[in-house]
């Protein structure tokens, strides 16, 4: 299990880029100077722990696509909203998308990211481009599944006829159901998430502890080479619990 875990995560990261936000990189590079002073005491392992600069990258990576895809979901589910009393009131599914697509501009600004998508479909719209494929491109670029199967849905309703307004309608109630179990589990799992980032970092205030009160204590393990040993894979372990940690409280509805 662990085996396969970690050729996961080497083969997760070789497609991320490198490159950060300042704040990102100032406050990775703080994470370095502690663990340099804290774990190893000394200034010169400043270099080798650049290392982690990539474990952080990626999972700065995962946590801005998991927030993302909620916000995905989330602008999907106004969209479809906007979209049903534009349908209900005789208009085309075209000229609902488009309507759909101004109320949400000015909801979320032009800058934001679904909002941006929903304007290359209002250009596909323009261009004649029909509504299945557009549906099924605005899937693809968000990675999202109920788009997906909302594409699919008016794919099959373009060859074999049907009720686009009940489509939607199903489709609303199926995303907020999704949306509030999430919820759930979110609030389930919240005392967790707290006990586990708790026993994450009670290991470093036990050196910070020690550091403090009987720094004599740790000399065999900041000053000999068993010690430095122990103390890099002390450290690569509470990584990998923490990568692993967050795999386990990552729950997809």
């Given at each position: 299990?662990?085996?396969?875990?970690?050729?996961?995560l080497v083969h997760s990261m070789k497609n991320f880029p490198l490159h950060m936000k300042w704040k990102d990189w100032l406050l990775g590079e703080g994470v370095i100077f502690f663990f340099s002073f804290l774990w190893?005491?000394?200034?010169?392992?400043?270099?080798?722990?650049?290392?982690?600069?990539?474990?952080?990258?990626?999972f700065l990576k995962e946590a801005e696509k998991k927030k993302r895809r909620?916000?995905?979901?989330?602008?999907?589910?106004?969209?479809?909203?906007?979209?049903?009393?534009?349908?209900?009131a005789g208009y085309s599914l075209e000229n609902a998308c488009i309507t759909a697509y101004a109320e949400l501009k000015d909801l979320?600004?032009?800058?934001?990211?679904?909002?941006k998508l929903l304007g290359k479909m209002v250009y596909g719209i323009e261009i004649h481009i029909s509504m299945d494929r557009l549906f099924h491109e605005l899937a693809e670029r968000t990675g999202d599944e109920d788009i997906h199967q909302f594409a699919v849905v008016l794919e099959i309703l373009k060859n074999m006829g049907g009720n686009t307004l009940e489509?939607?309608?199903?489709s609303m109630l199926q995303i907020q159901k999704k949306m509030e179990v999430s919820e759930e589990i979110q609030t389930i799992l919240s005392g967790k998430i707290y006990e586990k980032n708790m026993m994450l970092i009670m290991p470093f205030f036990m050196i910070l502890y020690l550091r403090i009160t009987n720094p004599i204590y740790l000399d065999p393990l900041y000053h000999t080479i068993p010690g430095k040993i122990v103390m890099s894979v002390s450290l690569i372990g509470i990584i990998a619990c923490f990568w692993w940690s967050e795999k386990i409280v990552d729950l997809h509805v």
């Open positions: 299990m662990v085996k396969i875990s970690c050729h996961h190893y005491d000394d200034a010169r392992s400043i270099f080798f722990l650049q290392l982690l600069l990539l474990p952080y990258v990626y909620r916000e995905n979901k989330k602008a999907f589910y106004d969209f479809l909203q906007s979209l049903l009393p534009s349908l209900q979320y600004g032009p800058k934001d990211y679904f909002v489509v939607l309608r199903n």
